[in-house]
């Protein structure tokens, strides 16, 4: 036999997976989601479910067929499992969904690591972005109000058309299968549930009338959705983390009342622009220019908040912005091909969220120091 033995020698020392599989082994994480019994299905280590997720969700698999499928073709997946232990799609996406908890506590607990290790700043700059993915919905709760109404209509005559069959029921014989009453109670379901769906979206509609003069077209309802973003995004870095000192943010997040509240701190000060930025970089711009005049006392946000990225500080930190966050999505989207939340409902989409982030980090920190960094600074952090 040619091949190694050991499922151990077919990975190269330097492979991500060793890095995942050391990583979840050393931190001292607790609140796993388990069958304290043992009985039903088989079961697993939740410290292997935990690397084997983290670790297809760093290589761009999420479905939990998917991930049950490398078990067996992916030598690396095998090598998490042991080599010869499948755990099958359903106990995979079970695991997924009860263990929020644990994937929050081990995000925090990587980002220590990059502080511990001196990957990621104590104190230092955040950046603010967002991006849209598209989700998986209901395809009632995602119809339109004129939609809505034309499917009642063809609904309503399908009914009369079954009633009429079954006046004609004794003289003219059915079609094999055909069920009416089955039929006619499928169709008036469906046609209450849309009946449903319009009265919501009428309820929205009349809300909507209601605060029509303080909204305008779509884009300026997302910036007014992201100004209410900006204090909770900040809000959600761990204390233990990192200690922030300036806050980027482009026009979309800019709220004169948000921006005044992070900086009642005085180790706080918000860059963000007021206007919208183009991508494209015109000759003008190139043009080296006068300094913008510092403006008096009585200047509005707006200015002062404009001359504050005018300056040469704010141009070089603004520019982070571009450097720092923007990746972050392209990588998430291109790279590790994350484009649609495959949980439903605003909580499992969360947690789903949570698992990517926790995958890009982990593969951001292989990338920045690979195995490495466990002697550095893994051990003192689950000791902690």
């Known amino acids: 036999m040619f091949l190694p033995h050991s499922i151990q020698d077919w990975i ?15 931190l001292s994480l607790s609140g ?16 292997m479910l935990l690397a084997l997720l983290i670790y297809c969700y760093a290589t761009g698999r999420f479905h939990s067929r998917e991930i049950e499928q490398a ?17 099958d799609h359903s106990t995979i996406a079970e695991f997924r969904t009860v263990n929020r908890a644990l994937f929050e506590s081990c995000f925090v607990k990587v980002l220590e690591l990059a502080t511990t290790t001196g990957v990621l700043k104590k104190v230092g700059t955040v950046s603010v972005d967002g991006t849209k993915i598209a989700a998986s919905a209901s395809r009632h709760a995602a119809v339109s109000y004129q939609r809505a109404g034309e499917m009642i209509k063809v609904l309503e005559a399908e009914v009369q058309q079954l009633l009429l069959k079954a006046e004609e029921a004794d003289s003219k014989p059915l079609a094999d299968g055909l069920s009416l009453p089955q039929e006619l109670q499928r169709r008036e379901e469906r046609k209450k549930r849309l009946e449903e769906a319009r009265r919501i979206i009428e309820q929205r509609h009349e809300e909507q009338l209601r605060n029509a003069q303080a909204q305008a077209e779509y884009e300026k309802k997302k910036e007014a959705y992201d100004k ?12 233990g983390v990192r200690t922030i000192g300036n806050v980027l943010a482009d026009s979309g997040f800019c709220a004169e009342a948000a921006v005044t509240a992070l900086e009642a701190s005085e180790t706080v000060k918000v860059y963000a622009s007021v206007d919208r930025q183009p991508h494209h970089r015109s000759v003008a711009d190139l043009e080296k220019k006068d300094p913008a005049a510092v403006p008096d006392s009585e200047a509005s946000f707006t200015d002062g908040m404009r001359y504050r990225l005018a300056t040469p500080e704010g141009q070089a930190l603004y520019k982070l912005r571009k ?12 790279v590790m091909g994350f484009r649609r939340f495959n949980l439903r409902g605003r909580d499992k989409v969360e947690l789903e969220w ?3 982030t926790l995958a890009y980090n982990v593969r951001r920190l292989f990338r920045l120091g690979g195995c490495n960094l466990l002697g550095k600074g893994l051990l003192q952090i689950a000791e902690a």
């Open 12 to 26: 190269p020392e330097d492979h991500i997976v060793r890095f995942v599989c050391d990583m979840v082994e050393t």
């Open 32 to 47: 796993f989601r388990v069958n304290p019994r043992g009985s039903g299905s088989e079961q697993y280590q939740p410290q």
């Open 71 to 87: 078990t067996y073709a992916d030598v690396a997946v095998r090598f998490i499992c042991g080599g010869d232990l499948h755990p």
């Open 228 to 239: 209410q973003e900006l204090i909770p995004t900040v809000a959600s870095v761990p204390a």
């Open 323 to 334: 450097e720092t966050v923007e990746p972050v999505f392209g990588i998430l989207k291109e």
């Open 354 to 356: 949570g698992l990517v």
